[in-house]
């Protein structure tokens, strides 16, 4: 499938209980955008859509603390983050939302469908019930700890920390979130999608199908989830907040927010062709259509497991092609979090940057968490305008548009002979759109964008070894050929730059006079769709060699491209995020009473030595626990850990540590751990032991 018919791009549902920050926007958004735009260019059928995601636990449990009913919440974020969408140039054909009525009667009909055809287990179960607060907790309102890695502020659902998801009653000491009290088990029916059921065609289908073109961190947490074993999935839910399951006998029951959620998806997708008067099955049930989900690593298991079982399951349905998942972005150095306010809002930073869009998805695209986790800087941010957008691209369209208005009155001049520098930077020019879009075809953005930036580096070096400023005073027909060139180049720019620049390319073309304007309709998501019909488009005539601007059309007059930004805004950045580290910290301290206050006498319990770990391996078949013994010169002790994946065994052995030796023992995957070895986190963010003078660790990183 090397030129299909069509694409049907999607990008995660943003969950509506806050606002979106620059990671979602460098994770998800603008590397979909990216792809979306490049793929309208090059004349496909693109349906690019998205929605917002309004059900599920959190958003209940929102309500509840701000006292207002869930649409309320969900319609105030619904709004925000559409606006940012718009604002940043996200090129949707249709925005959506999982309260819509097509929605519900989308979601109700797959179920439904699937219902009758006797694809869900259906099973009564002991489900976790709050006494006190009188409903069962589904999901988020259980929190305990991880079966897998041992984090003890894991949900329910799924754990923040290991990213694996699991079921409530699988966790250990599990709490109640609405009262802390200790959950009651209580009788209630569901239904369960046999995941197990699906694990060998999912063996057969990712493992074997996809192992050489799905990106390795995505192929590598599928392997893992599979190997560990798939089990049954509750669909349903003991909520009153959602789509009501539409089977008799499911009274006070909703789909589970990951069943109905990337359905979202689909019904996204008929809204849209009921707008614009299209047929919406073939982008989900033709084979000749490429399928492709951009997402966050936590969404993972729910693109690559559950989703395509639920496909399978109805039958009538097109599996995704790819899930280019990318890793998270760090603010600072610290991991960006809406409840600690670490973040750079997007609505905010127009406030701040106004009409800087671009500036903010060129820094998120060159450092694009695609392989690792990334950190964005503010530094980095400025130098990357400064040095780059600015003194490269900006430097080089603003010398060429002043100086044909300055030499020619603003028209293209009529070229004399090509010299042998003329038709090298010509014959270079034509090679990028080719190099570009083997880039983007196999989702490496930042690689790609790396590449249009060597067009406008060619375009400014050229300018400065041919000085044409110089040469006007001896030799002016030569200065005609070179501005003629320029202007080349300028305009395979414009058009080049569009996915990843869709403002500046607007501009460009504007002021150029060149070129179809097509980012104006596509960022008011007009559902307009472009490309179809044209013999040969922008980029392959860029290819080709063609004549982008003919001898006597006229420009117009330059404007400023890019603006350098200096160092008084970059440091008003860095205060206001000093100014939310001191608000955690004052914030913290209220927390922690409200909390439980722990005594003299409770900590005086601890009991905390120092110890050696003499030996450790890893335990057989989990990826993250190491079986340590310790000596804590009372005893050697068998500490299990979740380090796994930030120690080699070998590279311990000998190490002095801090120990919790009057830990409550309990038993991790048949192995009873004595203790606890206490872990901080350095600069980096990367796992070691409690040394809090070494590794660069922070003032505020916890100790666990
Ligand atoms: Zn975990």
């Keep these: 499938m090397n030129s299909p018919k069509r694409y049907t791009i999607t990008a995660a549902l943003p969950y509506t209980n806050g606002p979106i920050h620059i990671g979602h926007l460098a994770g998800v958004y603008v590397p979909a955008d990216i792809f979306a735009r490049y793929q309208r260019m090059q004349g496909k059928d693109v349906v690019f859509v998205c929605g917002s995601d309004e059900h599920g636990v959190p ?118 979130a609405i009262t802390g009290a200790i959950p009651t088990l209580k009788e209630t029916k569901h239904w369960f999608l046999p995941l197990d059921q699906y694990e060998g065609w999912l063996k057969e289908w990712i493992l074997e199908g996809h192992k050489k073109d799905w990106k390795p961190n995505v192929y590598g947490q599928v392997k893992s989830w599979i190997d560990d074993g798939l089990r049954p999935r509750a669909v349903t839910r003991d909520l009153d907040w959602g789509i009501p399951v539409p089977v008799d006998g499911a009274e006070g029951k909703v789909l589970y927010v990951w069943f109905d959620a990337p359905i979202g998806y689909i019904s996204s997708t008929k809204e849209w062709a009921e707008k614009t008067g299209r047929d919406w099955e073939p982008y989900w049930k033709d084979e000749d259509t490429k399928l492709l989900h951009f997402i966050g690593k936590d969404n993972i298991v729910f693109h690559c497991i559950i989703f395509p079982a639920m496909l399978k399951a109805e039958g009538g349905f097109i599996l995704p092609d790819n899930v280019p998942a990318n890793e998270f972005l760090n603010l600072e150095g610290n991991k960006l979090s809406t409840s600690k306010n670490w973040a750079v809002w997007l609505h905010e930073y127009l406030e701040e940057f106004p009409k800087q869009q671009d500036v903010l998805r060129y820094t998120l695209t060159a450092n694009a968490p695609e392989t690792k986790d990334n950190d964005f800087t503010w530094k ?108 080349q180049i300028a305009s395979a720019l414009a058009s080049l730059c569009e996915p990843f620049l869709p403002f500046t390319s607007q501009k460009l073309k504007s002021m150029l006079d060149y070129g179809r304007s097509t980012s104006e309709a596509v960022i008011n998501m007009s559902g307009v769709v472009f490309g179809e019909g044209v013999e040969e488009n922008e980029w392959e005539q860029i290819s080709a060699g063609k004549e982008l601007l003919e001898p006597g059309h006229a420009i117009g007059e330059a404007e400023l491209l890019f603006s350098k930004i200096e160092d008084e805004q970059i440091q008003k950045q860095l205060d206001k995020l000093e100014a939310t580290k001191a608000a955690n910290i004052a914030d913290n301290k209220k927390a922690e009473s409200q909390k439980e206050i722990a005594t003299f006498e409770e900590f005086s319990k601890m009991d905390l030595r120092v110890g050696t770990i003499v030996k450790a391996e890893k335990m057989a078949k989990a990826n993250k626990l190491l079986v340590l013994k310790v000596d804590t010169g009372l005893d050697v002790r068998t500490i299990v850990s979740g380090i796994a994946e930030s120690f080699k065994p070998e590279d311990i052995v000998g190490k002095k540590v801090t120990v919790l030796v009057n830990l409550a023992p309990r038993k991790l995957r048949g192995v009873e751990s004595e203790g606890m070895i206490l872990m901080t986190e350095n600069a980096e963010g990367k796992l070691v032991f409690l040394n809090p003078d070494e590794d660069g660790v922070k003032n505020g990183t916890v100790i666990t």
Excluded at 113 to 142: I, S
């Design 59 to 176: 958003i209940t449990i929102k309500a509840k603390k701000e006292g207002v009913s869930p649409q309320d919440v969900v319609d105030k974020y619904h709004k925000i983050i559409k606006q940012s969408f718009e604002d940043f140039g996200i090129s949707f054909d249709n925005y959506s939302r999982t309260s819509a009525k097509i929605h519900h009667k989308t979601a109700s009909e797959f179920f439904k469908k699937l219902y009758d055809a006797g694809k869900f287990t259906e099973e009564t179960t002991q489900q976790f019930y709050d006494e006190k607060a009188e409903q069962f907790l589904a999901d988020r309102f259980v929190v305990g700890t991880c079966p897998k890695c041992g984090f003890d502020g894991s949900y329910g659902d799924q754990c923040e920390k290991c990213g694996t998801s699991h079921n409530a009653t699988d966790l250990i000491n599990p709490k109640s």
């Design 380 to 487: 980095d941010f400025q130098a990357r305008n400064n040095n780059e957008l600015v003194a490269i691209f900006g430097n080089f369209i603003n010398r060429v548009v002043v100086l044909t208005n300055k030499y020619y009155d603003g028209i293209v001049p009529k070229p004399g002979n090509f010299s042998e520098v003329d038709e090298q930077t010509l014959t270079e020019l034509k090679a990028y759109p080719a190099v570009i879009a083997s880039s983007i075809d196999r989702y490496r953005f930042r690689e790609a964008q790396a590449e249009l930036m060597n067009v406008a580096r060619l375009g400014n070096k050229y300018l400065a070894d041919e000085e044409p400023w110089k040469l006007i005073k001896t030799d002016e027909d030569r200065v005609k050929t070179i501005m003629y060139v320029a202007l």
